[in-house]
């Protein structure tokens, strides 16, 4: 076994190439320093801002400038006279202006404005899953190293005990077959160990990608698995749950289509002011001196108001709000179903919760008394008032408690942060 272990750390040494020590706190502020999906919905947010700000500028008027040049050949015949367009050019400016467009430019405000806090929640709910994440893989992490540790206090028990049946064998007060029996325990403790290494390797690597660093990383962490105290009033409020806000805000969503379909049918009305500005326009009149030519550069200024009235269009625009308005209560239905669910979400949780920590209780209980009836065997043993069948149970149930704890422990600080994540309480 020294020489297993021995094995093992110089191949963890050749493999490592850094050492992080590593709390639960650092551990979930690398993990959202980190996770490329949190990344993502912080840029959406921003695309949601920007969104907003395109919406807006619908209030505002439009300024656009136009500038033309036209060579036309051959010349215009006017009632006698010639217009000549060779090189005329124009150049203007408008400022169009939208008075009413049946609510579609507050509904596109809105909408965007929806779309913006979505993009909020949407981060707050990634937000919430990077640090449920971290906080797994930190924690079965710690759990799978304490296994390993306790492995290895077993298998020095099992080699303590091994010693002194062989100083037993030697002075004839024990057989052959009770050290046989011995080895094939530390056979089996052995390979446990061994699997627990496997477990808590992967458990390493798991915690590497969370939190961002190099898969070669040695990660120490800091903390250990706490006595726990007792949960307080677990509350089974869905309220601040981002999923349950943003079934809420599809329901606004849908409600805002329904104004933006409406508004196809209802008339638009606009205001625009323009100036045009038109030169080297020659006109060419005969005379009896010959051509006389003038040449025309002058300026007009217009300002024109237009209103636009849906008259038939086959009920398409009717049709349309119909559709949307059933969109709209299908949100609303996805909204009452998902809602039902989340607060099933809760409760499961609420109780997870409450049976982890009875499972610790219960745990903590049984490692007291494998401790405790371990000690009194052995005092037997030694006095040979038990077999050594009676021993290995009491080492084997030792084990096993001590790893029943392990697992729960991890557990329900799991369970802990998956009720902060169901509740929308996870910061």
Request: net charge neutral; with cysteine.
């Amino acid at each position: 076994m020294a020489v297993a272990l021995a094995a093992w750390g110089l191949a963890m040494g050749a493999v490592a190439q850094e050492r992080l020590v590593l709390s639960a706190g650092q551990c979930r502020e690398m993990a959202l320093a980190h996770d490329e999906e949190l990344r993502k919905a912080d840029n959406a947010v921003r695309q949601a801002e920007l969104d907003k700000a395109v919406a807006f500028a619908a209030f505002l008027p439009k300024v656009e400038a136009t500038a033309t040049a036209i060579y036309m050949f051959p010349d215009m015949d006017m009632m006698g006279m010639e217009l000549q367009m060779r090189g005329m050019y124009m150049a203007g400016i408008s400022v169009t202006q939208p008075l009413y467009a049946g609510g579609q430019i507050r509904a596109g405000n809105r909408l965007a404005e929806i779309g913006r806090e979505c993009s909020e929640e949407n981060r707050q709910k990634t937000r919430m899953e990077v640090l449920a994440g971290a906080d797994r893989a930190y924690w079965n992490f710690i759990a799978v190293g304490r296994k390993v540790r306790m492995l290895e206090a077993y298998r020095r028990q099992m080699d303590a005990l091994y010693r002194q049946v062989e100083a037993s064998l030697s002075a004839e007060m024990a057989t052959a077959d009770d050290l046989l029996r011995i080895a094939a325990k530390r056979s089996e403790i052995d390979y446990q160990w061994q699997k627990a290494c496997n477990g808590a390797e992967l458990c390493r690597l798991a915690l590497c990608n969370a939190v961002g660093c190099p898969l070669e990383t040695e990660i120490v962490p800091t903390d250990t698995l706490p006595l726990l105290t007792p949960p307080g009033n677990l509350t089974e409020s869905t309220a601040l749950r981002p999923e349950l806000r943003l079934l809420q805000k599809q329901v606004e969503t849908r409600e805002q289509q329904v104004r933006m379909a409406r508004a196809e049918v209802l008339p638009k009305v606009g205001l625009s002011a323009g100036y045009l500005y038109y030169g080297n326009v020659k006109l060419r009149t005969p005379t009896a001196a010959g051509l006389f030519t003038e040449r025309l550069d002058d300026g007009i200024s217009l300002v024109m108001a237009s209103v636009s009235i849906p008259v038939f269009h086959w009920g398409e625009g009717l049709r349309k709000v119909r559709k949307a308005r059933l969109d709209a209560e299908n949100a609303r239905l996805d909204l009452q179903k998902n809602a039902r669910l989340l607060t099933i979400e809760v409760r499961q949780t609420v109780q997870n919760v409450t049976d982890g920590y009875r499972m610790v209780e219960t745990a903590q209980a049984g490692c007291r008394q494998a401790d405790e009836n371990l000690r009194v065997m052995r005092g037997r043993y030694l006095a040979d008032m038990c077999t050594l069948t009676d021993l290995l149970d009491a080492q084997s149930q030792w084990q096993r408690a001590q790893s029943q704890l392990i697992e729960a422990q991890a557990q329900y600080k799991i369970y802990e942060t998956e009720y902060l994540k169901a509740t929308g309480t996870l910061q």
